[in-house]
Each structure stands twice: as structure tokens, then as C-alpha cells.
């Protein structure tokens, strides 16, 4: 594998991906990606231009998907509209993006016979209670609950279908929350740090008891890079790394490394149809793999992101203003 095309590698996760593969191999990258709100150029400075090129564009164009897919080795497709708030108020994007986008990557992949890495999400299977002992694994049936897991659902049976129905070369996984350097700050933790940074107070919904299960954005990637070279075609994968918190535990977390109070946060409006837990048992790639986290502890791995943020006011300033007055109107 020695060049790759990925999609989406100006978000947050492609982009932490195409860093990881420059530190890590010897691939070259071409990043396909729109630089919708979410995409970020500054994301990939620094970045040896003749390791990595961006170009500028639509998932669902396919005379542009063509000649893109057609000089590379492998598509590793991240791209798509990912903010379950966003899905709620406008879903048609995530429609568009998440189902056509893969639709078109899957025709052009299938018509070259190019390896396929599908990225997606554990939300597809729902969620579970808070006091169930029980995890999301590779044969928990699907059941998604907002149009952001349903159109990542839909865009996962896609995958599997074309891989029965034509032989595509794929593999899928499904990853729990990521938190690292470069995440958009409409999402949880890099919208409480940077509310602390500006002088806000961290802002829960409903109770704050809502469990994600935490994983460093660099683990998610080396186990896609292992999928990519050793998984099985046509297998999924669950990626996650024990991290299960409640949102006020990660409140309180980011606010005793900011040298706040443990409680100087905000209960708002919850959100609606807000999933309870998601757990992952990642057993499976664990064991046929060889894979292991690089960041067991979730509160040492969120120092560096923490000081990240910190750091890189201009990476964030601008979209931090037009994101709270958005949240504000739905009193979040
Ligand atoms: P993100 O929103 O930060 O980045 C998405 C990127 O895709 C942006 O750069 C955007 O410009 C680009 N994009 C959107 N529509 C496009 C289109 N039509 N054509 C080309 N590019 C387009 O998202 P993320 O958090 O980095 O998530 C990446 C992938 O990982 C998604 O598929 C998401 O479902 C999945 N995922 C995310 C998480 C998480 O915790 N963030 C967890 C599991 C899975
Ligand atoms: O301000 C907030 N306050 C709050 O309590 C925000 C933005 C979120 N939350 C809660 C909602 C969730 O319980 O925090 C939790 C995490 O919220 P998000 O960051 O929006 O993530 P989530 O909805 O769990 O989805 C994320 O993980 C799975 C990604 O955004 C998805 O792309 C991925 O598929």
C-alpha cells in the first residue's frame, strides 16, 4: 500500500490519520475533501508536499472520484457530515455525504477493483442502558437512533452489500469517541476547553450522566492502518479502548486540568432522542490483530489535546463565536 487516497483528511480524524501515516510509513496521500465548515486546510500545514496533497472537492463527483481512485492503491474514506446536533436541525447534507458520497466512492473503487477502507461509527447499533454490563460488538444488530447513525448505518450496508453483490475489497470499522488535536469545537471536549479558554462555563446536557466510551484519536488510526494491511475483506472491526465516562466525569476532568472548580459547569438543553451509552468490545481486533491502545488512561491522554487547544487560538478562534451563538438559539 503506497498510496493512498483519503477522503475527509482535512477533518479532524483525516486529518490526525494522514499525520500518523507521514510519522509512521512510507506512503504517499492524496487527501479528497470539500472544506465544508468542518474541513480545515491549516490542519495539514507542515506537511511534506511531496508526501501529501489536498484536493478540493466532492465525494460525490465521480469523473472526479475516478481519476482520483484511479491513481491510488487504496481509498480509506472518512469523509462526512458528523455532528448528530447538525443532523437534527438540517439532516439533508448528512443524507447527500454520508449515503451518495459512499455510493459514488463504492461504484469507483468497484469499477477499478481498488481496495476500500470504510470508517465508521458505533452509534449505528444504538445505545444500550446505563446500568447494562453488556457492549456493542461486531454482531450487535444495527439500530440507529439520530439521521447522523442512520445515514452511517445505511452507508456501512452499502459497503457490505457491494462487497457480497460485486467482490469490493473492503473493510469496515466501527469506532467509539475520538478526542484529540485538530476535533471541530462544536463537538463535547474541545467545546468545553475552548469555553474555559474564552471564559465560558462548560455546558452539559439534560443531567451530564450520557456515557461515551473515549479513545485517543491516534489509537483509532493505527488500528486503521492494521485493518488496511491485515484485516479480512469483507470483516468488521470495532475499534475502542475501555474508556467509558459520563459527560460530567469528562467535564470535571477538563476543568481540574484547566485549574478550575469540579463544578463550575452549566446543565442545558438536552438533546433530542440523546443516545445513553455507547460500549465497545473490541475483542475481535484485538485478538485476530494483535492490536493494543497506546492511550489506556483517558485523563493523561488529554493533557496533550488540552495544551493543543491552548496553543492553537488561531486554529479555533474564529469558528468559536458563530458556533456558541448557534448552540445559544437552541439553548445548549
Ligand atoms: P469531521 O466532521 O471533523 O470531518 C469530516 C471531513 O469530511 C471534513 O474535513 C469535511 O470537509 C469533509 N467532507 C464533508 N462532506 C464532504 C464531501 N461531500 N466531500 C468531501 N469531503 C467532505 O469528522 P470526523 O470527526 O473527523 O469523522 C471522520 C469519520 O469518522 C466520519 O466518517 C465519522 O462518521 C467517523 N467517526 C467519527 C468519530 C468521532 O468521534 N469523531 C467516531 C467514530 C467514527
Ligand atoms: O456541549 C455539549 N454538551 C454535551 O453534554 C456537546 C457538544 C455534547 N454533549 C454531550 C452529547 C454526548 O452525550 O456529550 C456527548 C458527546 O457529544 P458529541 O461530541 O456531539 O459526540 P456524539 O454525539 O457522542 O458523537 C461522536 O461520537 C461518535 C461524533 O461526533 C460522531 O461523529 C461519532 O460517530
Not at 18 to 33: A, F, Q, S
Not at 35 to 49: I, Q
Not at 265 to 278: A, Q
Amino acid at each position: 500500500m503506497n498510496s493512498l487516497l483519503v477522503t475527509g483528511g482535512a477533518g479532524f480524524i483525516g486529518a490526525n490519520f494522514v499525520r500518523w501515516l507521514v510519522d509512521n510509513t512510507t506512503c504517499t496521500v492524496t487527501v479528497l475533501d470539500k472544506l465544508t465548515y468542518a474541513g480545515n486546510k491549516a490542519s495539514l500545514d507542515g506537511l511534506p508536499p511531496e508526501r501529501v496533497k489536498l484536493v478540493v472537492g466532492d465525494i460525490c463527483d465521480r469523473p472526479l472520484v475516478d481519476s482520483l481512485v484511479g491513481d491510488c492503491d487504496a481509498v480509506v474514506h472518512f469523509a462526512a457530515e458528523s455532528h448528530n446536533d447538525n443532523s437534527l436541525t438540517n439532516p439533508a447534507p448528512f443524507v447527500t455525504t454520508n449515503l451518495v458520497g459512499t455510493f459514488t466512492l463504492l461504484e469507483a473503487v468497484r469499477a477499478q477493483g481498488k481496495r476500500y477502507h470504510h470508517i465508521s461509527t458505533d452509534e449505528v447499533y444504538g445505545d444500550l442502558e446505563l446500568d447494562d454490563p453488556e457492549r456493542f460488538c461486531e454482531l450487535t444488530p444495527y439500530n440507529p437512533s439520530s439521521p447522523y447513525s442512520a445515514t452511517k448505518a445505511g452507508s456501512d450496508l452499502l459497503v457490505r452489500a457491494w462487497v457480497r453483490s460485486f467482490g469490493v475489497q473492503a473493510t469496515l470499522s466501527n469506532c467509539s469517541n475520538n478526542y484529540g488535536p485538530y476535533q471541530h469545537i462544536e463537538k463535547f471536549i474541545p467545546r468545553q476547553i475552548t469555553n474555559v479558554l474564552t471564559g465560558r462555563r462548560p455546558k452539559l446536557y439534560g443531567t451530564g450522566a450520557n456515557v461515551r466510551d473515549w479513545i485517543h484519536v491516534d489509537d483509532h488510526n493505527a488500528a486503521v492502518w492494521l485493518i488496511l494491511n491485515q484485516g479480512r475483506i469483507g470483516e468488521t472491526y470495532l475499534i475502542g479502548a475501555d474508556g467509558e465516562k459520563n459527560n460530567r466525569e469528562v467535564v470535571e476532568e477538563i476543568l481540574r486540568q484547566l485549574g478550575q472548580a469540579p463544578d463550575a459547569y452549566d446543565l442545558v438543553v438536552d438533546r433530542p432522542g440523546h443516545d445513553l451509552r455507547y460500549a465497545i468490545d473490541s475483542t475481535k481486533l484485538r485478538q485476530e490483530l494483535g492490536w493494543l491502545p497506546q492511550y489506556p488512561c483517558f485523563s493523561d491522554g488529554l493533557t496533550a489535546p488540552i495544551a493543543w487547544y491552548q496553543a492553537n487560538e488561531t486554529w479555533w478562534r474564529e469558528a468559536k463565536d458563530a458556533t456558541e451563538a448557534t448552540y445559544a438559539l437552541q439553548g445548549q
